[in-house]
């Protein structure tokens, strides 16, 4: 299987996320603070897994349709999370995030032995992982400005795509 990746899509802005480092950062979220890491988690997800995995009705939904889940009051937290915590954590990280976890098989096992929202995720052998923590954190502080700001600001949703 090739490596995989998560497009966003906001209008004529796109952003690509390899899918190891999106697992990491969502991995790196949840240690911080699992309840803002889960909205996150659910605002870069498709409406219809985010209905599926809440065991919510899908009547009227499709998993062929890329449109993200859009709570306008959990994004605004999910800015305020990435602002607050996730970004100033990540620029005070003294070491690359697979380091931190022992490398990247170390990583996949902690990772799989998580029993909770990122079990959505799963991973693959040939991941891709940015782990630089300020590579990540600017790359995050784009991703809220461009997508999820906006998002909020027009109404509109962004797509979230799964490529593989």
Same mark, same amino acid.
């Given at each position: 299987m090739?490596?995989?990746?998560?497009l966003f899509?906001? $209008? &004529?802005n796109?952003?690509?996320y390899?899918?190891?480092?999106?697992?990491?950062l969502?991995? %790196?979220a949840?240690?911080l603070? @699992?309840?803002? +890491?889960?909205?996150?988690?659910?605002? *870069?997800t498709?409406? %219809?897994?985010?209905?599926v995995?809440?065991d919510?009705?899908t !009547?009227? %939904?499709?998993?062929?349709?890329d *449109?993200?889940?859009?709570?306008p009051q959990?994004?605004i937290?999910?800015i305020?999370?990435? !602002?607050?915590?996730?970004?100033?954590?990540?620029?005070?990280e /003294?070491t690359?995030?697979l380091?931190?976890y $022992? $490398?990247?098989e170390?990583?996949?096992k902690l %990772? @799989?032995a998580?029993?909770?929202?990122l &079990?959505?995720l799963g991973?693959n052998?040939?991941e891709y992982y940015?782990d !630089? /923590? !300020?590579?990540v +954190?600017?790359?995050l502080?784009?991703f809220?400005?461009e997508?999820?700001?906006k998002?909020?600001?027009? $109404?509109?949703p962004?797509e979230?795509i799964?490529?593989?």
């Amino acid at each position: 299987m090739g490596i995989r990746s998560k497009l966003f899509v906001l $209008g &004529d802005n796109k952003m690509r996320y390899q899918f190891g480092e999106y697992a990491l950062l969502m991995y %790196y979220a949840k240690q911080l603070n @699992e309840a803002r +890491a889960k909205k996150l988690f659910y605002a *870069t997800t498709r409406e %219809y897994y985010y209905r599926v995995l809440n065991d919510l009705n899908t !009547e009227g %939904y499709s998993d062929v349709d890329d *449109t993200a889940h859009y709570e306008p009051q959990d994004i605004i937290d999910v800015i305020k999370f990435i !602002e607050d915590e996730l970004i100033p954590a990540l620029n005070a990280e /003294p070491t690359n995030l697979l380091a931190k976890y $022992g $490398g990247m098989e170390n990583f996949v096992k902690l %990772y @799989e032995a998580e029993e909770n929202f990122l &079990d959505a995720l799963g991973l693959n052998d040939n991941e891709y992982y940015v782990d !630089e /923590p !300020e590579q990540v +954190a600017y790359a995050l502080e784009v991703f809220k400005n461009e997508f999820l700001q906006k998002s909020l600001d027009s $109404g509109i949703p962004m797509e979230s795509i799964l490529e593989h």
